[in-house]
């Protein structure tokens, strides 16, 4: 059902959007050593650019704009990680045409880009903690008692516990999971008992299933707006609607490779009617939920690869 607003406040809305969805295009960071980002929604440019990374020795800067990518003209994240995936797929060359100033300029990040990944994922004694984004709840939840026992191998365990399609799943309790391990990991930082690089990283990683817990609430919504049974399964597919001022729509732009969940933008409409969008929740989810497993691989990886203080207090 439309949501009646003043017109200023749906245009409001949409330029807080355009803001919010500005968020980093990660696809292929750890490979490349290249992030982008979208500014507008119609355009990208070089965010970042890793030392002694292939995307260095091409010769890619930061605020290069991407004009084209492999014969491609990406103009959101999804693209530029379709295209990005292609190319690691069919271990070729990320050629690049960027405008430099006034000057269009090709460079070229080499297919060997593809097989270094390979190299240092396998490596025995990674050097440094994963290049994860650091996405942390504001403000973070209080630690727990003084004489509550954690360690870093339990929150590892219990992160590595969340998520799942189960019929007996529940939200609340889910929730209720996610809060105990943020405040496992407030507890260790606030302890000292791990290095602040895995602090980080469990906060990252969590960043993920917070999210998730966002879709999962939205096709709660969905259910009973429709009055359907708990017993009777969802289609993946099911769309569910948002507004440019929910959670939802903070999801999709913390997290661009959301966008292949949505079937439809929110519209604003005439004397300030805003018209729905919609997304599929129950996919959104469940790739939250394989980004934040494949996140927690990395940074157990890497725990694994060194010496962690793992103290118990």
């Not at 403000?139 to 954690?150: D, G, H, K, M, R």
């Not at 969340?162 to 929730?175: M, T, W």
């Not at 260790?188 to 990252?204: C, I, K």
């Not at 725990?303 to 793992?310: E, F, Q, S």
Request: proline share 9%.
């Amino acid at each position: 059902m439309a949501d009646a607003r003043p017109l200023i406040v749906v245009v409001a809305l949409a330029v807080a959007a355009t803001v919010r969805a500005a968020g980093p295009c990660e696809e292929g960071r750890g490979q490349t050593g290249l992030t982008v980002a979208s500014a507008d929604g119609s355009a990208l440019a070089v965010a970042a650019v890793e030392a002694d990374s292939p995307a260095a020795a091409g010769g890619v800067r930061v605020d290069d704009a991407i004009v084209q990518v492999n014969g491609t003209v990406p103009h959101t994240c999804s693209e530029w990680a379709r295209t990005l995936r292609d190319a690691r797929r069919e271990k070729k060359a990320v050629l690049l045409l960027v405008r430099r100033g006034a000057a269009d300029v090709p460079l070229v990040v080499a297919a060997a880009a593809w097989d270094r990944a390979v190299a240092t994922a396998s490596a025995a004694v990674p050097s440094e903690p994963p290049s994860v984004r650091k996405i942390v709840a504001t403000p973070p939840p209080a630690p727990l008692p003084p004489e509550t026992s954690v360690s870093v191998d339990e929150v590892t365990r219990g992160i590595g516990a969340l998520g799942g399609d189960r019929p007996s799943a529940r939200l609340d309790l889910y929730r209720t999971e996610l809060l105990r391990l943020h405040r496992e990991v407030e507890t260790l930082a606030a302890r000292g008992s791990a290095p602040p690089a895995v602090v980080d990283g469990f906060r990252t990683v969590l960043g993920y299933y917070d999210a998730a817990g966002v879709a999962w609430a939205s096709e709660e919504a969905r259910r009973e707006h429709d009055r359907q049974p708990r017993h009777i399964p969802s289609r993946d597919s099911a769309p569910a609607p948002f507004f440019e001022d929910s959670d939802v729509a903070g999801t999709i732009g913390e997290f661009p490779f959301l966008r292949e969940t949505v079937v439809r933008d929110p519209q604003p409409g005439p004397i300030g009617v805003e018209s729905a969008g919609l997304w599929r929740p129950l996919q959104a989810r469940a790739l939250l939920w394989e980004r934040g497993h494949e996140e927690l691989g990395r940074l157990s990886g890497w725990l694994a690869g060194g010496p962690v203080a793992d103290a118990t207090r």
